[in-house]
C-alpha cells in the first residue's frame, strides 16, 4: 500500500505490518543547490556554510553505494 502521509500508528493500515519509509535521492538533492546560491547571496555565517558542506557530504554518503562496481565490457574476456 502507498500512503501520501504516513499514518499516526505508523504501521500499514491494512495488514499491521511496519512501515518502511523511502527517501529518494533527487527529492534531497533539489533543494541543495539553491541552499547554497542562497547562502552566498546572503552571506550567511560560516558555520551555517560548514553546516551546508556537511550536508553535502552525507547525503552523498547515504546514497552511495559502494557494493556497485562498474565494470566494461572487456573485464570479462
Not at 543547490?33 to 547515504?62: G, I
Amino acid at each position: 500500500t502507498k500512503y501520501r502521509r504516513v499514518p499516526l500508528k505508523g504501521k500499514c493500515l491494512k495488514c499491521g505490518d511496519k512501515l518502511v519509509l523511502t527517501v529518494h535521492e533527487k527529492s534531497v538533492k533539489k533543494y541543495f543547490e539553491p541552499a547554497k546560491q542562497l547562502a552566498e547571496k546572503f552571506n550567511v555565517t560560516n558555520y551555517t556554510k560548514q553546516r551546508l558542506s556537511l550536508f553535502e557530504k552525507f547525503v552523498d554518503s547515504l546514497f552511495r553505494n559502494d557494493k556497485v562496481k562498474h565494470s566494461r565490457l572487456d573485464d570479462f574476456f
